[in-house]
T-cell receptor
Framework: DARVTQTPRHKVTEMGQEVTMRCQPI?????VFWYRQTMMQGLELLAY????????DSGMPKDRFSAEMPDATLATLKIQPSEPRDSAVYFC???????????FGPGTRLTVL | QKEVEQNSGPLSVPEGAIASLNCTYS??????FFWYRQYSGKSPELIMF????GDKEDGRFTAQLNKASQYVSLLIRDSQPSDSATYLC???????????FGKGTTLSVSS
């Protein structure tokens, strides 16, 4: 049963700390998306990659957020330093570049105190 | 700014009724339209997508698209309590690109 996996599932940290979230896309998928969901803003795109290259990171605060794909099986989203306003659920989704279907991972629920 | 608008609800319908969920979008260049279902505390799950004007049916679900009016809807026939969830409308301008999501409509089906 192919699925997107994300770790950790929950993270509680203090303001100023570094947070790293990881995503393993479905094997064979070449496009990876990072979305953030809050009650106020809904689901918003942070960044996405195709064949490991960043295509769009316009939704990401550049001063504190960074996203990378060290290899085809791992995507990371890092926040340094974290702030209370970063508290949200962060979803990773993967798909094939030419196909519209995106499969979401279970999400990482981040709480910054 | 590209926007997708949905009524937040809650939309309450009795079991067995038809639930009608609506969505409008601002970008006329939008090509593909999606409906996701999200249960509380879970991730979005794709229900169906539509590219062409008209209706597309899949089981109890029918998606309707009117590009001239920039309007997408989802009809759920014979609504069940298990359909109670938040329904997210999403659009994109090209296959494989990021989705722009509405904030979702909460549906409650009472037994």
């Amino acid at each position: 049963d192919a699925r997107v996996t994300q770790t950790p599932r929950h993270k509680v940290t203090e303001m100023g700390q570094e947070v790293t979230m990881r995503c393993q896309p479905i094997l064979g998928h070449n496009t990876v998306f990072w979305y953030r969901q809050t009650m106020m803003q809904g689901l918003e795109l942070l960044a996405y990659f195709r064949n490991r290259a960043p295509l769009d990171d316009s939704g990401m605060p550049k001063d504190r957020f960074s996203a990378e794909m060290p290899d085809a099986t791992l995507a990371t989203l890092k926040i340094q330093p974290s702030e209370p306003r970063d508290s949200a659920v962060y979803f990773c989704a993967s798909g094939l570049g030419s196909v519209n279907t995106q499969y979401f991972g279970p999400g990482t629920r981040l709480t910054v105190l | 700014q590209k926007e997708v608008e949905q009524n937040s609800g809650p939309l309450s319908v009795p079991e067995g009724a038809i639930a009608s969920l609506n969505c409008t979008y601002s970008d006329r260049g939008s090509q593909s339209f999606f409906w996701y279902r999200q249960y509380s505390g879970k991730s979005p799950e794709l229900i169906m997508f539509i590219y062409s004007n008209g209706d597309k049916e899949d089981g109890r679900f029918t998606a309707q698209l009117n590009k001239a009016s920039q309007y997408v809807s989802l009809l759920i026939r014979d609504s069940q309590p298990s359909d109670s969830a938040t329904y997210l409308c999403a659009v994109n301008v090209q296959a494989g690109t990021a989705l722009i999501f509405g904030k979702g409509t909460t549906l409650s089906v009472s037994s």
